[in-house]
């Protein structure tokens, strides 16, 4: 029997997405994190199966936690409790059953924003041999709180301070986290091994297929960390021969929201040249 079938769109574009990402992957680990080491002293490429990628997006109570603004917690209840479900509940509807659950959503929030996303930051230093300065782990912490879409990755540009230290020595640094907490999980050598402390520079991958295009929501998102800071390396993928193995890699690094601009013009277009 022969006979024949095809993917439905949407399922061919997110094939074709995954291919470009796998594409990327292999052209920072070949290309350009090698080029880069010839200015840094570490460079890392963290993308969806890494420690830092699993933390975005954060919700809105989160992200202000992290960002130490004051949070309405009745008012962020009330936003959310109506359009948020256990099962085929609202939260509302089920706090009404279960009289504990509101204090435990609230609890959770705090775990994640002053717990879990800080143990993951370090975490994914660590992993890789090195303390971040108490200047880049912050500047990461504020980069995860302002971000309101998940990017497809970040690339860690990393120098030596010149400063060594135990693990000891380094969570006294970070005192004003809550670092017994944190650090509960995390494998610490108890030997005085020292390791090297590191500032930086964070970017942010964002890597679009064919006709895939950076979509509104996301667009704000990086207008908005752009503006403090954090530049987007943005990647386009096209297609040109998938027998023959032939694809073309647009790269731009973009440092302001006009250059971001002129990428979302040509995606209006319909060129998707960026």
Not at 28 to 49: G, Q, S
Not at 112 to 117: E, I, L, P
Request: with cysteine; proline share 4%.
């Amino acid at each position: 029997m022969r006979f024949k079938f095809s993917f439905h769109p949407k399922e061919l574009s997110g094939l074709k997405g995954l291919i470009a990402e796998r594409l990327i992957r292999a052209y920072l680990d070949k290309v350009l994190i090698p080029n880069l080491k010839n200015e840094f002293d570490f460079v890392f490429a963290d993308m969806h199966e890494g420690t830092f990628s699993q933390l975005t997006p954060l919700s809105f109570v989160e992200s202000a936690l992290l960002l130490g603004e004051n949070v309405d917690w009745d008012e962020a209840w009330n936003m959310i409790s109506e359009n948020s479900f256990v099962g085929n509940m609202t939260y509302k509807e089920y706090a009404k059953k279960n009289k504990a659950f509101k204090k435990q959503w609230k609890e959770e929030h705090i775990h994640h924003a002053t717990v879990t996303v800080p143990r993951n930051i370090f975490e994914g230093f660590l992993r890789r041999g090195v303390f971040p300065s108490l200047e880049l782990f912050e500047k990461f912490i504020r980069l995860i709180a302002l971000l309101e879409n998940a990017p497809d990755g970040f690339i860690l540009k990393l120098n030596k301070t010149g400063v060594n230290l135990s693990s000891y020595n380094a969570i006294k640094i970070f005192s004003r986290w809550n670092w017994e907490e944190i650090f509960e999980d995390l494998e610490l050598e108890t030997s005085p091994k020292e390791t090297p402390v590191v500032s930086g520079e964070i970017e942010i991958i964002e890597i679009k297929a064919d006709r895939a295009f950076i979509m509104p929501h996301q667009a704000e998102s990086y207008k908005k960390v752009i503006a403090e800071g954090y530049p987007l390396r943005y990647f386009h993928v096209t297609f040109i021969s998938f027998e023959k193995n032939e694809f073309e890699i647009d790269e731009k690094l973009v440092k302001k929201a006009s250059e971001l601009e002129v990428i979302l013009r040509r995606h209006d277009k319909g060129k998707c040249d960026a």
